[in-house]
Protein backbone atom coordinates (compact mmCIF):
# COMPACT_ATOMS: atom_id res chain seq x y z
CA UNK A 1 0.00 0.00 0.00
CA UNK A 2 2.79 2.19 0.79
CA UNK A 3 3.99 1.39 -2.43
CA UNK A 4 1.15 2.96 -4.32
CA UNK A 5 0.45 5.70 -2.44
CA UNK A 6 4.05 6.83 -3.57
CA UNK A 7 3.01 6.03 -7.32
CA UNK A 8 0.30 8.26 -6.75
CA UNK A 9 2.10 10.84 -5.23
CA UNK A 10 5.32 10.97 -7.21
CA UNK A 11 2.11 11.30 -10.36
CA UNK A 12 0.75 14.36 -8.77
CA UNK A 13 3.82 15.84 -8.10
CA UNK A 14 5.35 15.30 -11.21
CA UNK A 15 2.01 16.98 -12.84
CA UNK A 16 2.61 19.87 -10.33
CA UNK A 17 6.34 20.35 -12.36
CA UNK A 18 8.47 19.90 -8.88
CA UNK A 19 12.03 19.16 -9.48
CA UNK A 20 13.30 15.27 -9.52
CA UNK A 21 9.77 14.42 -9.01
CA UNK A 22 9.43 13.02 -12.84
CA UNK A 23 12.49 10.63 -12.64
CA UNK A 24 10.54 9.02 -9.04
CA UNK A 25 6.96 8.76 -10.89
CA UNK A 26 8.86 6.90 -14.43
CA UNK A 27 10.59 4.29 -11.92
CA UNK A 28 7.60 3.89 -10.03
CA UNK A 29 6.20 3.28 -13.33
CA UNK A 30 8.26 1.22 -14.59
CA UNK A 31 7.95 -1.00 -11.10
CA UNK A 32 4.24 -1.01 -11.36
CA UNK A 33 4.24 -2.41 -15.19
CA UNK A 34 6.23 -5.37 -14.02
CA UNK A 35 6.00 -5.71 -10.67
CA UNK A 36 2.36 -6.92 -10.06
CA UNK A 37 3.15 -9.89 -11.99
CA UNK A 38 5.47 -11.21 -9.12
CA UNK A 39 3.44 -10.50 -6.14
CA UNK A 40 1.50 -13.90 -5.27
CA UNK A 41 -2.49 -13.81 -4.24
CA UNK A 42 -3.39 -10.94 -6.34
CA UNK A 43 -6.13 -11.06 -8.38
CA UNK A 44 -5.89 -11.70 -11.95
CA UNK A 45 -7.74 -8.37 -12.73
CA UNK A 46 -6.10 -6.19 -10.43
CA UNK A 47 -2.54 -7.68 -12.14
CA UNK A 48 -4.36 -6.53 -15.44
CA UNK A 49 -5.83 -3.03 -14.02
CA UNK A 50 -1.89 -2.22 -12.07
CA UNK A 51 -0.48 -2.80 -15.67
CA UNK A 52 -2.60 -0.94 -17.75
CA UNK A 53 -1.63 2.14 -15.19
CA UNK A 54 1.83 1.23 -14.91
CA UNK A 55 1.50 1.49 -19.05
CA UNK A 56 -0.35 5.02 -18.99
CA UNK A 57 1.91 6.52 -16.53
CA UNK A 58 5.44 4.87 -18.77
CA UNK A 59 3.37 6.68 -21.98
CA UNK A 60 2.70 10.23 -19.91
CA UNK A 61 6.16 10.30 -18.58
CA UNK A 62 8.31 9.62 -21.62
CA UNK A 63 6.26 12.56 -23.50
CA UNK A 64 7.62 15.12 -20.80
CA UNK A 65 10.49 16.80 -22.25
CA UNK A 66 11.86 17.04 -18.63
CA UNK A 67 11.72 13.54 -17.20
CA UNK A 68 13.26 12.22 -20.95
CA UNK A 69 16.69 14.40 -20.38
CA UNK A 70 16.61 13.40 -16.58
CA UNK A 71 16.44 9.56 -18.18
CA UNK A 72 18.99 10.00 -20.79
CA UNK A 73 21.18 11.90 -18.97
CA UNK A 74 21.36 9.11 -16.48
CA UNK A 75 21.81 6.67 -19.34
CA UNK A 76 24.66 8.66 -20.45
CA UNK A 77 26.35 8.68 -16.92
CA UNK A 78 26.37 5.12 -16.80
CA UNK A 79 27.23 4.01 -19.96
CA UNK A 80 30.12 7.18 -20.26
CA UNK A 81 31.85 6.07 -16.52
CA UNK A 82 31.95 2.76 -17.99
CA UNK A 83 33.70 3.28 -21.73
CA UNK A 84 34.62 6.64 -22.25
CA UNK A 85 36.97 6.93 -19.72
CA UNK A 86 40.73 6.01 -19.76
CA UNK A 87 39.89 2.16 -18.34
CA UNK A 88 37.48 1.69 -21.67
CA UNK A 89 40.09 2.78 -23.73
CA UNK A 90 42.39 0.43 -22.32
CA UNK A 91 40.20 -2.25 -22.86
CA UNK A 92 39.32 -1.31 -26.05
CA UNK A 93 42.66 -1.18 -28.11
CA UNK A 94 43.29 -4.88 -26.58
CA UNK A 95 41.83 -5.94 -29.87
CA UNK A 96 43.21 -3.56 -32.64
CA UNK A 97 45.50 -4.32 -34.63
CA UNK A 98 48.77 -2.66 -33.99
CA UNK A 99 49.94 -1.25 -37.02
CA UNK A 100 46.50 -0.18 -38.15
CA UNK A 101 48.08 3.32 -38.26
CA UNK A 102 51.38 2.89 -39.93
CA UNK A 103 50.67 4.51 -43.09
CA UNK A 104 52.83 6.26 -45.17
CA UNK A 105 51.12 9.60 -46.14
CA UNK A 106 53.88 11.26 -48.19
CA UNK A 107 51.07 11.97 -50.84
CA UNK A 108 48.47 12.48 -48.64
CA UNK A 109 47.30 16.51 -47.79
CA UNK A 110 44.71 17.15 -44.91
CA UNK A 111 43.48 19.79 -43.18
CA UNK A 112 42.47 20.00 -39.62
CA UNK A 113 40.01 22.66 -38.04
CA UNK A 114 41.37 23.80 -33.97
CA UNK A 115 44.88 22.07 -34.70
CA UNK A 116 46.76 24.50 -32.51
CA UNK A 117 45.16 22.37 -29.17
CA UNK A 118 43.63 19.56 -27.58
CA UNK A 119 42.67 17.18 -30.18
CA UNK A 120 42.93 19.08 -33.12
CA UNK A 121 46.73 19.35 -32.38
CA UNK A 122 47.72 15.96 -31.72
CA UNK A 123 45.45 14.86 -35.03
CA UNK A 124 47.95 17.52 -37.11
CA UNK A 125 50.71 15.93 -34.90
CA UNK A 126 50.32 12.37 -36.18
CA UNK A 127 49.29 13.53 -39.77
CA UNK A 128 52.63 15.35 -40.25
CA UNK A 129 54.81 12.70 -38.33
CA UNK A 130 53.72 9.99 -41.37
CA UNK A 131 54.64 12.64 -44.12
CA UNK A 132 51.46 14.31 -44.89
CA UNK A 133 50.81 17.80 -45.63
CA UNK A 134 49.03 19.25 -42.91
CA UNK A 135 46.86 22.97 -43.52
CA UNK A 136 46.29 23.52 -39.67
CA UNK A 137 43.32 25.95 -39.50
CA UNK A 138 43.39 28.25 -36.23
CA UNK A 139 42.04 31.26 -35.43
CA UNK A 140 44.57 32.59 -33.45
CA UNK A 141 47.71 33.47 -35.50
CA UNK A 142 50.05 33.15 -32.60
CA UNK A 143 48.96 30.46 -31.18
CA UNK A 144 48.61 28.95 -34.43
CA UNK A 145 52.30 29.34 -35.50
CA UNK A 146 53.33 28.36 -32.22
CA UNK A 147 51.67 24.99 -32.83
CA UNK A 148 52.92 24.80 -36.24
CA UNK A 149 56.58 25.27 -34.87
CA UNK A 150 56.12 22.27 -32.33
CA UNK A 151 54.97 20.01 -35.06
CA UNK A 152 57.46 20.64 -37.52
CA UNK A 153 60.48 20.73 -34.86
CA UNK A 154 58.88 17.37 -33.71
CA UNK A 155 58.09 15.58 -37.20
CA UNK A 156 60.50 16.99 -39.41
CA UNK A 157 58.05 17.49 -42.06
CA UNK A 158 58.22 21.19 -42.96
CA UNK A 159 54.54 20.78 -45.46
CA UNK A 160 52.60 21.78 -42.19
CA UNK A 161 50.93 25.21 -42.54
CA UNK A 162 49.05 27.44 -41.02
CA UNK A 163 45.74 28.85 -42.07
CA UNK A 164 43.90 31.39 -40.03
CA UNK A 165 39.85 31.62 -40.21
CA UNK A 166 37.48 32.02 -37.38
CA UNK A 167 35.26 29.05 -38.19
CA UNK A 168 32.40 31.31 -36.60
CA UNK A 169 32.64 33.42 -38.99
CA UNK A 170 31.03 32.37 -42.74
CA UNK A 171 32.93 35.02 -44.35
CA UNK A 172 35.96 33.88 -42.75
CA UNK A 173 34.92 30.42 -44.25
CA UNK A 174 34.77 31.69 -47.60
CA UNK A 175 38.22 33.29 -47.48
CA UNK A 176 39.99 29.69 -46.83
CA UNK A 177 37.78 27.59 -49.60
CA UNK A 178 38.58 30.38 -52.07
CA UNK A 179 41.97 29.84 -51.32
CA UNK A 180 41.79 26.14 -51.55
CA UNK A 181 40.23 26.50 -54.81
CA UNK A 182 42.38 29.61 -55.91
CA UNK A 183 45.32 26.92 -55.69
CA UNK A 184 43.48 23.83 -56.97
CA UNK A 185 44.52 21.82 -54.00
CA UNK A 186 44.02 18.18 -53.82
CA UNK A 187 42.39 17.43 -50.40
CA UNK A 188 42.46 13.39 -48.90
CA UNK A 189 40.60 14.41 -45.66
CA UNK A 190 39.17 17.22 -43.89
CA UNK A 191 38.89 17.17 -39.93
CA UNK A 192 35.83 18.94 -38.54
CA UNK A 193 37.55 19.23 -35.03
CA UNK A 194 36.84 23.47 -34.25
CA UNK A 195 34.84 24.27 -31.64
CA UNK A 196 33.14 25.72 -28.44
CA UNK A 197 31.33 25.76 -25.85
CA UNK A 198 29.75 29.39 -24.59
CA UNK A 199 27.74 29.50 -21.85
CA UNK A 200 25.76 32.55 -22.11
CA UNK A 201 23.98 33.83 -25.33
CA UNK A 202 26.38 35.19 -27.35
CA UNK A 203 26.23 36.37 -31.27
CA UNK A 204 28.82 36.50 -33.41
CA UNK A 205 29.09 39.84 -35.65
CA UNK A 206 26.89 38.16 -38.45
CA UNK A 207 24.33 38.01 -35.63
CA UNK A 208 24.20 34.01 -35.28
CA UNK A 209 24.38 32.41 -31.76
CA UNK A 210 28.13 31.47 -31.16
CA UNK A 211 27.91 27.79 -30.53
CA UNK A 212 25.92 26.92 -33.76
CA UNK A 213 27.70 29.03 -35.70
CA UNK A 214 30.99 27.22 -34.83
CA UNK A 215 29.88 23.91 -34.01
CA UNK A 216 27.22 23.48 -36.83
CA UNK A 217 26.55 26.08 -39.57
CA UNK A 218 30.59 26.98 -40.07
CA UNK A 219 31.53 22.83 -40.28
CA UNK A 220 28.14 22.61 -42.75
CA UNK A 221 29.79 25.44 -44.54
CA UNK A 222 33.28 24.67 -44.77
CA UNK A 223 32.49 20.62 -45.68
CA UNK A 224 30.52 22.13 -48.23
CA UNK A 225 33.10 24.64 -49.86
CA UNK A 226 35.83 21.66 -49.49
CA UNK A 227 33.72 19.00 -51.85
CA UNK A 228 35.87 19.63 -54.84
CA UNK A 229 38.87 19.53 -52.79
CA UNK A 230 37.89 17.09 -51.83
CA UNK A 231 36.96 15.03 -55.15
CA UNK A 232 40.36 15.53 -56.40
CA UNK A 233 41.69 14.23 -53.85
CA UNK A 234 39.79 10.97 -54.77
CA UNK A 235 40.30 10.95 -58.17
CA UNK A 236 43.09 8.56 -57.99
CA UNK A 237 41.13 5.85 -59.18
CA UNK A 238 40.65 2.64 -57.91
CA UNK A 239 39.68 2.47 -53.94
CA UNK A 240 40.75 5.63 -53.32
CA UNK A 241 38.11 8.02 -51.32
CA UNK A 242 38.55 11.29 -49.02
CA UNK A 243 37.59 11.56 -46.13
CA UNK A 244 35.49 13.84 -43.59
CA UNK A 245 35.75 13.16 -40.40
CA UNK A 246 33.43 15.68 -38.07
CA UNK A 247 34.70 15.47 -34.09
CA UNK A 248 31.27 14.81 -32.75
CA UNK A 249 30.89 14.28 -28.93
CA UNK A 250 29.26 11.61 -26.77
CA UNK A 251 26.61 14.43 -24.99
CA UNK A 252 24.76 14.43 -28.66
CA UNK A 253 23.34 11.19 -27.15
CA UNK A 254 21.31 13.15 -24.27
CA UNK A 255 19.59 15.29 -27.33
CA UNK A 256 17.59 15.26 -30.02
CA UNK A 257 17.77 17.02 -33.69
CA UNK A 258 16.17 20.37 -32.72
CA UNK A 259 15.29 22.50 -35.83
CA UNK A 260 13.22 25.07 -34.70
CA UNK A 261 15.25 27.41 -32.58
CA UNK A 262 18.90 25.95 -33.36
CA UNK A 263 20.13 28.94 -31.74
CA UNK A 264 18.58 28.17 -28.27
CA UNK A 265 17.08 31.54 -28.40
CA UNK A 266 13.91 30.44 -26.44
CA UNK A 267 16.03 28.50 -24.18
CA UNK A 268 15.30 30.09 -20.54
CA UNK A 269 17.70 30.31 -19.01
CA UNK A 270 20.46 29.53 -22.31
CA UNK A 271 22.41 25.82 -21.29
CA UNK A 272 25.74 26.06 -23.05
CA UNK A 273 26.19 22.33 -22.64
CA UNK A 274 22.91 21.59 -23.50
CA UNK A 275 23.58 23.61 -27.04
CA UNK A 276 26.71 21.91 -27.34
CA UNK A 277 25.16 18.54 -27.32
CA UNK A 278 22.70 19.98 -29.53
CA UNK A 279 24.98 21.21 -32.23
CA UNK A 280 26.84 17.39 -31.87
CA UNK A 281 23.57 15.79 -32.64
CA UNK A 282 24.00 18.32 -35.94
CA UNK A 283 27.18 16.49 -36.94
CA UNK A 284 26.27 13.17 -36.48
CA UNK A 285 22.78 14.21 -38.75
CA UNK A 286 25.21 16.02 -40.76
CA UNK A 287 27.90 13.54 -41.92
CA UNK A 288 24.31 10.94 -42.49
CA UNK A 289 22.50 13.18 -44.95
CA UNK A 290 26.09 14.19 -46.50
CA UNK A 291 27.18 10.66 -47.02
CA UNK A 292 23.84 9.98 -48.86
CA UNK A 293 24.27 13.05 -51.00
CA UNK A 294 28.15 12.56 -52.27
CA UNK A 295 27.99 8.76 -52.03
CA UNK A 296 29.30 9.14 -55.74
CA UNK A 297 31.58 11.55 -55.22
CA UNK A 298 34.57 9.11 -53.90
CA UNK A 299 34.21 11.45 -50.28
CA UNK A 300 33.47 9.13 -47.42
CA UNK A 301 32.23 10.67 -44.31
CA UNK A 302 32.37 9.64 -40.45
CA UNK A 303 31.09 11.38 -37.21
CA UNK A 304 32.83 9.94 -34.05
CA UNK A 305 32.94 10.13 -30.01
CA UNK A 306 36.59 11.14 -28.85
CA UNK A 307 35.63 10.02 -25.73
CA UNK A 308 35.91 11.94 -21.71
CA UNK A 309 39.12 13.83 -22.76
CA UNK A 310 41.16 15.55 -20.34
CA UNK A 311 41.45 19.17 -22.09
CA UNK A 312 41.68 22.76 -21.07
CA UNK A 313 38.26 23.13 -23.18
CA UNK A 314 36.65 20.98 -21.06
CA UNK A 315 37.91 22.08 -17.90
CA UNK A 316 36.90 25.79 -18.70
CA UNK A 317 33.60 25.00 -20.29
CA UNK A 318 32.36 22.14 -17.53
CA UNK A 319 34.70 22.62 -14.42
CA UNK A 320 31.55 20.73 -12.41
CA UNK A 321 32.28 17.61 -14.32
CA UNK A 322 36.04 17.63 -14.82
CA UNK A 323 36.00 17.96 -11.20
CA UNK A 324 33.80 14.84 -10.53
CA UNK A 325 35.49 12.92 -13.37
CA UNK A 326 38.89 14.32 -13.97
CA UNK A 327 40.81 11.39 -12.18
CA UNK A 328 39.11 8.97 -15.21
CA UNK A 329 39.74 10.75 -18.07
CA UNK A 330 41.42 9.88 -21.48
CA UNK A 331 44.66 11.72 -22.09
CA UNK A 332 44.19 13.77 -25.92
CA UNK A 333 46.12 11.34 -27.46
CA UNK A 334 43.92 8.51 -26.44
CA UNK A 335 41.04 10.94 -27.69
CA UNK A 336 42.81 11.48 -31.20
CA UNK A 337 43.33 7.60 -31.88
CA UNK A 338 39.93 7.37 -33.78
CA UNK A 339 40.05 10.35 -35.55
CA UNK A 340 43.57 9.73 -36.88
CA UNK A 341 42.53 6.14 -37.64
CA UNK A 342 39.22 6.93 -39.29
CA UNK A 343 41.19 9.44 -41.49
CA UNK A 344 44.11 7.17 -42.36
CA UNK A 345 43.91 3.79 -41.66
CA UNK A 346 42.76 0.98 -44.50
CA UNK A 347 40.51 -0.83 -41.45
CA UNK A 348 38.06 1.93 -42.00
CA UNK A 349 36.68 0.46 -45.74
CA UNK A 350 34.50 -1.96 -43.15
CA UNK A 351 32.50 1.01 -42.37
CA UNK A 352 30.01 2.82 -44.20
CA UNK A 353 30.10 6.40 -44.94
CA UNK A 354 27.98 8.21 -42.45
CA UNK A 355 28.38 6.38 -39.53
CA UNK A 356 29.35 6.94 -35.89
CA UNK A 357 32.34 5.63 -34.25
CA UNK A 358 34.08 4.88 -31.19
CA UNK A 359 36.99 3.35 -30.32
CA UNK A 360 37.87 2.25 -33.97
CA UNK A 361 34.16 0.80 -34.17
CA UNK A 362 30.98 2.05 -35.56
CA UNK A 363 28.16 2.14 -32.47
CA UNK A 364 24.52 2.94 -32.18
CA UNK A 365 23.74 6.82 -32.51
CA UNK A 366 21.70 6.62 -29.85
CA UNK A 367 21.13 5.66 -26.33
CA UNK A 368 19.65 2.10 -26.14
CA UNK A 369 17.04 2.35 -23.63
CA UNK A 370 13.42 4.66 -24.51
CA UNK A 371 16.18 7.37 -26.24
CA UNK A 372 13.49 9.99 -28.07
CA UNK A 373 16.09 11.42 -30.21
CA UNK A 374 15.54 9.85 -33.52
CA UNK A 375 14.65 12.25 -36.44
CA UNK A 376 13.02 11.74 -39.49
CA UNK A 377 13.70 12.37 -43.10
CA UNK A 378 11.78 15.34 -43.02
CA UNK A 379 13.60 16.66 -40.15
CA UNK A 380 16.79 16.26 -41.10
CA UNK A 381 15.76 18.37 -44.71
CA UNK A 382 14.61 20.84 -42.36
CA UNK A 383 17.69 21.37 -41.20
CA UNK A 384 19.44 21.79 -44.15
CA UNK A 385 17.30 23.75 -45.56
CA UNK A 386 17.80 25.98 -42.54
CA UNK A 387 21.80 26.33 -43.36
CA UNK A 388 21.31 27.49 -46.52
CA UNK A 389 18.80 30.00 -45.17
CA UNK A 390 21.58 31.51 -43.01
CA UNK A 391 24.34 31.49 -45.31
CA UNK A 392 21.89 33.17 -47.85
CA UNK A 393 21.03 35.78 -44.93
CA UNK A 394 25.06 36.34 -44.29
CA UNK A 395 26.63 36.23 -48.02
Not at 145 to 174: F, H, P, Q, W
Not at 214 to 224: A, F, I, M, P, R
Not at 313 to 318: F, G
Not at 331 to 355: H, M, N, P, R, Y
Request: proline fraction near 3%; charge should be neutral.
Amino acid sequence: RIFYILVLLSFIFSLAGVEGSFSVAFHCFLLLLFGGFYQTGMPIRVKGVLFLAGVAGVFYITRNPIVMNVWRRGQFVALGSRNFTKAGFERAEKGWNVHALDVDLQSKRYMVTGANSGIGYVTALELARRGATVDMVCRNAERGDSARRKIVEETGNERVELRICDMSSMENICGLAAEFEGEAVSLHGLINNAGCMVNSFTKTKEGIEVNFATNSLGVYHLTKLMIPSLRRGASGGGDEYSRVVFVSSGGMLTEPLVVADVEGVNEKPFDGARQYSRNKRQQVVMAMRFADMYRDDGVHFYSMHPGWCDTDSLKEAMPGFYEKFKDSFRTVAQGADSVVWLAISKEVDSIQSGEFVFDRHAVPKHLPLLAGTQSSPSEIESLFAKYEDYLSRVS
